[in-house]
């Protein structure tokens, strides 16, 4: 449970800071998505532009979790 | 898997095993009045009016405070924002960060203790369960007991009341966004467009848990604030103290026996202290970065020390100072003022003055030039040399405004077509301008030029000069 927090607590947070950051300066309908104008209302876009973000966050406090493991749990395996 | 650190010096925690979030012990905090309690009462009365509240106040015919996304616009009381406005943003979290950092210095964790979110709405969660469970020892009589009629139709209750206004603040927190007339309407009917219920349901399921379920946790292990409090804090911080030297010897004895005559200190050892913490730690074993700087232990003690007819503050706020060279409180008071809180409160006041400058001479008609990519410049039909501009034209205020443009800078320099045009309240309009100069009135080459946009209303005088170039070519 802990591991869990650990992961998507802090790229929660992160991914907040990213979000505001990111469209304060992009406008959602200035986004192109694989070569069309994204068409979904700005809200949707908001808020798949979040979990965006905390996916990708989570992924990096994943993979710090990953290797910060020691020399002696790796050798138990 | 690491363990969560505690700060130097401090005793910690128990140690938490790893495969859980909830460290210790399940905590039944008794509830505490007094001084310390009334104040953190007033925070939350007045932080939740104003957050409940704020949406539902109109200005200018519209909602008062509305961060409306979909138009791109934040609306509070007079002002409206536009992206291009990220700067006062930036100001105000700096604002924010300098305000923390200077009233950490003084007064430890305030913030934590009495205005936190966190702390705010695990009070008033707290509050509903004592109204519903009861008190801290019935609390954990429930708890220990086994599934009944009667402990299913409390637990239901609580989470069925905790529900609701989890419920009720996931809506506020969407009607700070979403304008809440359209979500009243939808409301009625029950129709909430898909993201909004989302919303509203994540937002209330944090509360939920964040106040109801992990309460104590997201401070020790999930708030990064706490754990780098610490270097804000020095000797002259005043932070929640037992004072060691008059309690100690601790230990039982009868009411109104005199300390010394049985040769103990003051603390009558009845963990009171540690009963009412929030946070579950026992304050006696000195300052711990768990300590989220409630004063809950400050009014329990005061009122045991009352009973026992001994002075009150065993435990109070205090400084490290203060309490090694036994300064009395105008002593503390006078080392409020020293280098630290000078710089903090000197930057804070300096970066509220240039917020509230910048606010007060706000132009409210702005300009960007962009100067038409396709061609830089043409020759038209009596010999003129063209250049096209797109102006976009931010109109600030929540009225239309005609305007009207001009140009100079180089000599025969002139608009071709439309000079005038009407702005709609409050938006951005985008005029393209095809400007014309002589085709020998400068050497060929890139040219300063200026348009000045100015408002033609009556009793508006605002006037804004961009500089742009005008290219001729060879």
């Known amino acids: 449970m802990l591991k869990w927090i650990l992961i998507l607590w802090p790229s929660f947070l992160v991914a907040g800071i990213a979000e505001v950051l990111f469209f304060t300066i992009i406008d959602p309908q200035e986004l192109y998505l694989l070569g069309e104008p994204v068409e979904f209302s700005k809200i949707a876009t908001y808020s798949i532009g979040f979990f965006g973000f905390w996916l990708v966050c989570a992924a990096s406090s994943l993979t710090t979790l990953f290797l910060q493991r020691g020399p002696e749990e790796l050798n138990r395996r | ?474």
């Open chain 2, 1 to 474: 898997m690491a363990k969560p650190a505690a700060a130097p010096g401090s005793t910690g925690p128990e140690t938490p095993p790893d495969d859980s979030l909830y460290v210790s012990r399940k905590l039944f905090v008794r509830s505490t009045s007094g001084y310390f309690a009334n104040w953190r009462w007033i925070l939350v009365w007045f932080t939740q009016i104003l957050y409940y509240g704020l949406p539902w106040l109109t200005w200018n015919d519209r909602q008062a405070v509305l961060l409306h996304l979909t138009e791109r616009k934040f609306y509070i009381f007079g002002w409206v924002f536009w992206p291009q406005d990220v700067f006062y943003l930036a100001i105000l979290l700096i604002i924010s960060a300098y305000a923390l950092f200077f009233f950490t210095a003084i007064a430890g964790r305030l913030w934590c203790g009495y205005a936190c979110p966190q702390t705010v709405y695990t009070e008033i969660f707290m509050w509903l369960e004592e109204k519903i469970e009861g008190d801290h020892n019935k609390r954990r009589k429930l708890d220990a007991a086994p599934m009944d009629g009667r402990k299913f139709r409390l637990r239901a209750t609580k989470y069925a009341v905790w529900g609701l206004v989890a419920l009720w603040t996931g809506f506020t927190f969407v009607a700070y966004f979403s304008p809440l007339e359209e979500l009243l309407q939808s409301a009625r009917s029950l129709s909430f467009g898909p993201w909004e219920t989302f919303w509203i349901l994540f937002y209330g399921a944090f509360t939920f848990a964040f106040a109801g379920v992990m309460r104590e946790q997201v401070c020790l292990y999930m708030c990064p604030y706490a754990r780098f409090q610490g270097v804000m804090f020095d000797p002259d911080t005043l932070v929640i103290t037992y004072d060691e030297s008059r309690g100690e010897p601790r230990g039982t004895r009868k009411k109104g026996v005199d300390p010394a005559s049985v040769g103990k200190g003051d603390c009558i050892d009845c963990g009171i202290c540690v009963q009412v913490c929030p946070t579950g730690i026992d304050i006696r074993k000195g300052l711990q970065y768990e300590c989220i700087g409630c004063a809950a232990c400050v009014d329990a003690c005061d009122q045991v020390m009352d009973k026992m007819n001994y002075p009150r503050g065993l435990i109070r706020y205090s400084t490290e100072n203060a309490l090694k060279k036994k300064w009395g409180k105008k002593d503390i008071l006078t080392h409020i003022a020293r280098p630290r809180t000078l710089i903090y409160g000197g930057l804070l006041a300096l970066i509220c003055l240039a917020m509230v400058y910048g606010l007060a001479t706000r132009s409210d008609l702005r300009v960007d030039i962009i100067r038409d990519r396709a061609t830089l410049a043409r020759e038209v039909a009596d010999g003129a040399i063209e250049n096209v501009y797109r102006l976009q034209v931010i109109n600030m205020v929540e009225h239309p405004r005609d305007i009207s443009l001009s140009v100079s800078g180089l000599d025969g320099i002139r608009i071709d077509g439309e000079h005038v045009v009407t702005l709609p309240a409050a938006t951005t309009e985008t005029v393209t301008v095809q400007v014309r100069v002589p085709s020998d009135a400068a050497s060929p080459g890139s040219h300063d030029i200026f348009f000045e946009v100015g408002v033609t209303d009556a009793g508006d005088t605002t006037v804004v000069r961009e500089r742009t170039t005008f290219i001729l070519p060879r």
